[in-house]
């Protein structure tokens, strides 16, 4: 099955910095990438999610990138505010049956 | 307005015990799971139902037993509960299978005593 790997476990930047994180995939049939934030108390909520005939994709301050070749996907928060302070996971799926997610990480924003 | 709701919140029990715990989605979706997050917050799938039929499996205790009575609610009965059943259980409903987002209700943190 596919195993996903996310990196780095916890990371702490200052308010206004960028953040990223980064995820590989072993399956190179894997075709859906989204990203989860999880805030304190409260259940996975998807922020962006990406599709493998996409290398890139942009929503305000937040990007994805995909690699395939390389199967790493990463995660791009710029102009960082408290608010974005959370866990968030990766995942990677391929067709209906399997999803896996990362190990997450927790993203602590100073202000 | 809850899009996916379980309950209880907040569930402590004696090890051996018999637990419940409901889930219900009013989105409209065909899909359903359960996963358990550990105090590490690792998130693991447990169960997937698609219209109330079991598609998914994992390697789970046959102490767990999901029931699916119509495809708009996913319930999750543990029996003689141990501590390691101790995690936060989350119930998510998705439009299809894992090809688009899954909706997460906001979790049922289990303490086994």
Not at chain 2, 28 to 52: E, R
Request: charged fraction near 20%; aromatic fraction near 10%; glycine fraction near 6%.
């Amino acid at each position: 099955g596919e195993n996903v790997e996310q990196h780095p476990s916890t990371l702490s930047v200052q308010e206004g910095d960028s953040a990223v994180i980064k995820c590989t995939y072993s399956d190179s049939a894997s075709n859906y990438f989204p990203w989860y934030k999880q805030e304190l108390g409260k259940g996975p909520q998807l922020i962006i999610d990406i599709r493998s005939n996409v290398g890139e994709k942009k929503d305000q301050r937040i990007a994805v990138t995909l690699n395939k070749t390389a199967k790493h996907f990463s995660l791009h928060i710029t102009e960082t505010q408290p608010e974005d302070s959370a866990v968030y996971f990766c995942a990677a799926s391929i067709g209906d049956n399997d999803m896996r997610f990362g190990a997450g990480t927790r993203l602590t924003v100073k202000p | 307005d809850t899009a996916v709701s379980q309950t209880p919140k907040y569930l402590v029990t004696q090890m051996g015990n018999d637990k419940s715990i409901k889930c219900e989605q009013n989105l409209g979706h065909d899909t359903m799971y359960w996963y358990k997050q550990d105090s590490k917050k690792f998130l693991k799938i447990m169960f997937s139902y698609n219209n109330k039929e079991l598609i998914i499996n994992e390697t789970v205790p046959n102490r767990f037993s999901p029931k699916s009575p119509d495809k708009a609610h996913l319930n999750l009965h543990i029996n003689s509960l141990e501590l390691g059943d101790s995690a936060v259980y989350f119930c998510a409903s998705s439009q299809g299978s894992y090809t688009g987002e899954l909706f997460f209700g906001e979790g049922s943190r289990l303490t086994v005593l």
